[in-house]
């Protein structure tokens, strides 16, 4: 219980700084306002606490997906992201169970066909989980007629989600590398 | 909070692979002295440069060189080994 509490509130601040970091990048920033969608952010939040810390992990992530538009932003976007917040939240664990299916479990040594201790094997798990955000919130957002504030949901807006949590975690992964050198320099001697 | 701990650490062991592979580390001009004296000396001797040779050629302080040396040792792109002939003497190989 008290491990679940600590993985809840770190995951749940986890999620809501990285999308607070995104959401004054995306809109205060003059060189990158309105180009959000092509560093997403919080979608390292999804990747790392899934996949550290299982599926104990999502309840917090799911709300901290939530605070962002519904608390801190409240109005910003029109449409309910109760859905879509989860389909996005949920698209690790797809991504984990099709490479598990495919035989590619989840492990922490050499020897495990995924190997949570590898960066290339993570960045496998984020591809698969960000196709699967993008196909899946757009087409639910088309089946239901939703669309972004000045955005229209087609084949572009699936490259753009594709594309954003990809590079979104990438720099969120380099930054934390720099950040924690001290950190990994101590632990390596 | 054992297992919290133990899935840091395996997030961490991911995090240092990619700084290793992206090489994000960094080093000052002295150090970098330091190094490239070292790359030139193991090219003359194969078996391991001394540490006052390093201190000679490169025109540091010895305690520049100790200090650099330590980190490079760290870093895991030196070596640092007991000479054979002369036991208090410590020689530098570069890792490959």
């Not at chain 1, 992964?173 to 390596?188: G, K, N, Y």
């Not at chain 2, 701990?5 to 992206?22: H, P, Q, T, V």
């Not at chain 2, 003359?44 to 100790?66: A, H, L, P, Q, W």
Request: with cysteine.
């Amino acid at each position: 219980m008290k491990n679940f509490l600590t993985l809840s509130v770190t995951s749940f601040i986890f999620s809501v700084v990285l999308w607070v970091l995104w959401h004054f990048l995306d809109s205060h920033v003059l060189f990158l306002a309105g180009k959000g969608g092509f560093f997403y952010l919080p979608h390292a939040a999804r990747v790392l606490c899934i996949v550290y810390f299982g599926y104990r992990a999502i309840p917090a992530l799911y709300l901290g997906e939530l605070v962002g538009p519904y608390v801190l932003e409240a109005g910003l976007y029109s449409f309910s992201t109760l859905i879509p917040s989860l389909i996005s939240v949920m698209s690790v664990p797809f991504a984990l169970s099709f490479l598990n299916i495919l035989g590619f479990t989840l492990g922490e040594t050499r020897t495990s066909p995924l190997n949570r201790r590898n960066y290339k094997h993570i960045f496998l798990i984020t591809f698969i989980s960000a196709g699967f955000n993008a196909l899946i919130v757009n087409l639910y957002m088309s089946r239901n007629n939703l669309s972004f504030p000045n955005a229209i949901t087609d084949i572009e807006q699936v490259y753009r989600f594709l594309i954003g949590d990809l590079l979104g975690t990438i720099i969120v992964f380099i930054f934390l590398a720099m950040l924690l050198i001290p950190v990994l320099r101590q632990a390596r001697s | 909070m054992r297992e919290f701990y133990k899935n840091i650490s395996d997030a961490l062991a991911m995090l240092d692979g990619l700084e290793k592979d992206l090489n994000l580390r960094h080093l000052t001009p002295n150090e970098l002295k330091v190094f490239y004296t070292i790359i030139v000396r193991s090219e003359c001797n194969k078996f391991g440069s001394n540490i006052s040779d390093i201190v000679e050629n490169s025109g540091m302080s010895r305690s520049t060189v100790y200090k650099t040396l330590k980190k490079l040792s760290l870093e895991g792109i030196i070596k640092l080994h007991q000479s054979e002939e002369d036991g208090r003497e410590s020689l530098v190989i570069l890792n490959n």
